[in-house]
C-alpha cells in the first residue's frame, strides 16, 4: 500500500476529507468501507421494477444554510427545486406538519388569526409549569398544551422510543416548533433541494479522483486484509468514521442506538398517498411513517402504474443493527467522555463523522465536519508536519 492517509468509511464525512486531501494537499487517498458500496446512510439505488430513486438506509433530503458547504456539494451535483412537506395522519385525519396555524384550525375546528392561536395554545399549556416538569410527556404539554400533544407528539414519540413518554426525560424536549402561520415548509434553511441524478451519482463524483482509491467490502477490524488496524494505525494516519466504541474493542462499554426497520413495497398504482411522507401519530399503527419515493423527483419520468412504498419502524438497536440515532442516556455521554479522551490520546487516528463522534449530525453537518478537520487538522499535519491528534 502506498497511501499518504487512510479514511475508513466511505460516507459524506469521509468522502469529503479524501477529496480536499486527495486535490488540495496532493495526497495517495485509500477509502476502505466495510460496505459493498461507496455512500455510507446516504446511498440509494433505482429500485429494480420501477426504476424509483429509494434511500436504503431511510429518506435522505438536503439542506443546508452552510454557504461554504453549499458552494462545495455544488461542485458535484445540482439540485432539484425540491421543498420537504410532511404530513401526519391522527385518528382518521391528515393534518399539516410542523404544527402550524393550518394544523391548530384544523384540529380544534376554527378559524383562529395568529394572536387567537397563540393565547389558545398558552392557556392549554398553563396546565403545567415548564420549569416543574421532569419527563417528556410534562414538558411538552407545559410547552403546546395536552390537546396537540397528545395528538401529533403523544404516540409518534412512544412509537419512536418505544417508551411511555412519561418515562423519557424532560430533557428530550427543548422546545416543540409550532408555528403561528400558514408556513409548513419542513426545513428553514437557506438552500434545499434533491441531487438532480440521486445521491449515489453525487457521492461516485465526490470519490472519483486519480489520487483516490476505494476498496468495498473492506473491514477495518479484519486482520487479514491489507488495511486492518493493526497494520495501520501508527504508521499512516487514519481518519476513521467507524463507531467510536468499535474502535476500543468497546472497552468503555457500548454507546446504545436506535435503528429502524423498513419495509419496502411496491404497489400497483401511480400514487399511494399523494406525499412524499405520511407521519403516523396513532399508537395503535405499528410503524411511525410511510415514504413514496416518487414524490422526491416529480420531474422524473417514473412509471405511472407503480409506486415504492417504504413503512419505517423504530426500535433500540441490538448487536448487529444499524446504528441510526444516538440515544444518549447520561450513561452514554459519560462512556463518550471516556472515548473522547482514548481518541485523542490515539496518535495519528482522527475520529469523525457521526459514528466516530455519535452525534447525529445530517448530511451539511457532516460535510461541514469533514472541512473543518481538514483545515484545522490535516492539511497543518501534512503542510507543516503539526502533530495529527
Ligand atoms: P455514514 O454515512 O454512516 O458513513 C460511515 C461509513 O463507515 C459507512 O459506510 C460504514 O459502512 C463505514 N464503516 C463503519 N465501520 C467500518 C469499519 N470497521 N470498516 C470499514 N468501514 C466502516 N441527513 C440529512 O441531511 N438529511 C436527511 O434527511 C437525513 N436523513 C437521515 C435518515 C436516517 C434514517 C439516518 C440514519 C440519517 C439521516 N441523515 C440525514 C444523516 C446522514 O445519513 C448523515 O449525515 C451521513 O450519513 C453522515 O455521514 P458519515 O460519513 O458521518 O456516516
Ligand atoms: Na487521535
Known sequence: MNADLVVVGSGFFGLTVARQCAEDLGLKVLVIDRRDHIGGNAYSEPEPETGIEVHRYGAHLFHTSN???????????????YVHRVFSTFQGGVYSMPVNLHTINQYFGKALGPDAARALVAEQAGEIDTAAADNFEDKAISLIGRPLYEAFFKGYTAKQWQTDPRNLPGATVTRLPV?????????????????????TAWLERLADHENIEVRLGTDFF??????????VAGNVPVVYTGPVDTYFGDAEGQLSWRTLDFEQEVLPVGDFQGAPVM???????????????????????????????????????V????????????????KLLAYRDLASREENVLFGGRLGTYKYLDMHMAIGAALSMVDNKLTPHFKDGAALV
Open 67 to 81: 454557504e461554504r458547504v453549499w458552494q462545495h456539494v455544488n461542485r458535484f451535483t445540482r439540485f432539484t427545486p
Open 179 to 199: 408555528r403561528y402561520n400558514y408556513d409548513n415548509r419542513y426545513f428553514n434553511d437557506t438552500y434545499e433541494g434533491l441531487p438532480v441524478d440521486g445521491y
Open 222 to 231: 479484519d486482520t487479514s486484509q491489507e488495511v486492518s488496524k493493526g497494520n
Open 279 to 317: 407521519n403516523y401519530a396513532d399508537e395503535d399503527v405499528p410503524y411511525t411513517r410511510i415514504h413514496e419515493f416518487r414524490h422526491f423527483h416529480p420531474e422524473r419520468d417514473y412509471p405511472k402504474d407503480k409506486t415504492v412504498i417504504m413503512r419505517e419502524f423504530s426500535r433500540f438497536a
Open 319 to 334: 448487536a448487529g443493527d444499524e446504528p441510526y440515532y444516538p440515544v444518549n442516556t447520561p450513561e452514554d455521554r459519560q
